[in-house]
């Protein structure tokens, strides 16, 4: 692993903590570094000698120093703006692949059982309150489901729009593209890889409104609502059902061949 593939590993990480805490300083704390050093597969040393350079090149503010109250190896290091938008400007799936994604998933439902597990068998009657994503496409409610739970609202709807990206890839065969290019060329009206049966307006809708929600929906920028949860939880449901119907909408494109 060279040095710029460390050093984007370790501005994703940082952007991951802005998108559960927003733009306000946080302390990096020894298990979230250690977290840290699982999710991108970077050594504890490397890692922090990333925060250092990213904080030279104007990608992050404020490095891992011990202060009041905190541990030796605790700190404090955030993304900065202008980190923010180096990542926002790439392919989502240049920075995490696909096996280190598939892990955090398996550590986020290993997280849950654990509590789950720990929690007293209560006596009283449980909710009869329908799971909020059991209506979504499988896919969705798999990937989106542990974080929706946790309250980390735009990581949820960022992460099932990296799962429609995926499916793009391989129901058309191109592996090699993302995003906007991608959907343009998987939908073309002229020389479509995927094809929708019946009027031709459809196949012209549906570019629009694929290569349309790699701006608008996988920038979590565009979905944020702290100021008042149940607006952004109502925003996020929303949001994953727009995407859930996009997945059905692939389910029954054809193939070229």
């Known amino acids: 692993m060279n040095r710029a593939e460390i050093q984007m590993r370790a501005l994703h990480f940082l952007y991951t903590r802005y998108e559960a805490f927003g733009p306000q300083p946080h302390m990096i704390s020894r298990e979230e570094l250690h977290e840290a050093v699982i999710r991108t597969g970077v050594t504890e040393p490397d890692l922090r000698r990333a925060f250092r350079e990213l904080e030279e090149d104007g990608l992050a503010e404020g490095h891992p120093r011990p202060g009041a109250g905190m541990h030796p190896e605790d700190g404090l290091v955030w993304i900065s703006p202008a980190g923010r938008r180096r990542i926002e400007a790439l392919p989502a799936n240049l920075v995490f692949s696909e096996q280190i994604r598939e892990q955090v998933r398996i550590e986020r ?31 969705v409610a798999r990937v989106a489901r542990p974080l929706f739970l946790d309250g980390h609202f735009r990581q949820a709807v960022f992460d099932a729009w990296l799962e429609l990206n ?3 890839q391989e129901k058309s065969g191109r592996l090699d593209l993302d ?28 570019i629009r409104i694929f290569s349309g929600g790699v701006l608008a929906i996988r920038n979590p920028r565009a979905h944020a609502r702290e100021d008042n949860l149940e607006e952004h939880r109502q925003e996020t449901l929303e949001l994953l059902a727009m995407i859930s119907a996009l997945f059905r909408v692939l389910d029954r494109a054809l193939k070229v061949t």
Do not use: C
């Open 179 to 206: 995003g906007v290019p991608l959907m343009e060329l998987a939908f073309s009206p002229k020389n479509p890889l995927l094809k929708f049966e019946g009027h031709p307006d459809e196949q012209f809708g549906y």
């Open 109 to 139: 439902a290993g997280q849950q059982r654990l509590v789950q597990d720990s929690t007293p068998a209560r006596t009283t009657p449980q909710s009869t309150q329908p799971d909020p994503l059991g209506m979504l496409h499988p896919q």
């Open 166 to 168: 995926k499916a793009v």
